[in-house]
């Protein structure tokens, strides 16, 4: 019996900082799990106190991108119209979060990335918020 693979590739949207580093960063960079596992990503800041949103995305091939959730550190999640039992999201603290994809299904094969901001501006299953 052959398992099938899910690919997700965690595409880092970051921006530079006064010394040229990165300041937001996400782990893994890229995953390969099993059908019906999880993919566990972790995002890192390294921006002001004052950068509480953190939102993640995601791109299908062929498809525009989509806000999955947008968290705040001591807040519930917003999926907005998205599964929440497809996702499971954390931000305890205001420089990281978490993102979990459940029950891995070959349609889950997309880009994820997480980004950071000072304002909310869009709710979660929107596309594009403008964010740093």
Known sequence: MTRAIISLILFLHWSQGAMGGDDVVQEPKILWEPKGSSAYMNCTHYKEISYQQMYWYRQRPGETMRLIVL??????????????????????????????????????????????????????????????
């Open 71 to 132: 968290t705040i550190a001591g807040s519930d999640p917003d999926f907005g119209d998205v599964d929440k039992d497809k996702f499971e999201a954390h931000k305890s603290v205001a420089d990281r979060g978490s993102l979990v994809v459940k029950d891995l299904e070959p349609e889950d094969s997309a880009i994820y990335f997480c980004s950071v901001s000072q304002h909310s501006v869009s709710k979660a299953g929107e596309c594009c918020t403008k964010t740093l």
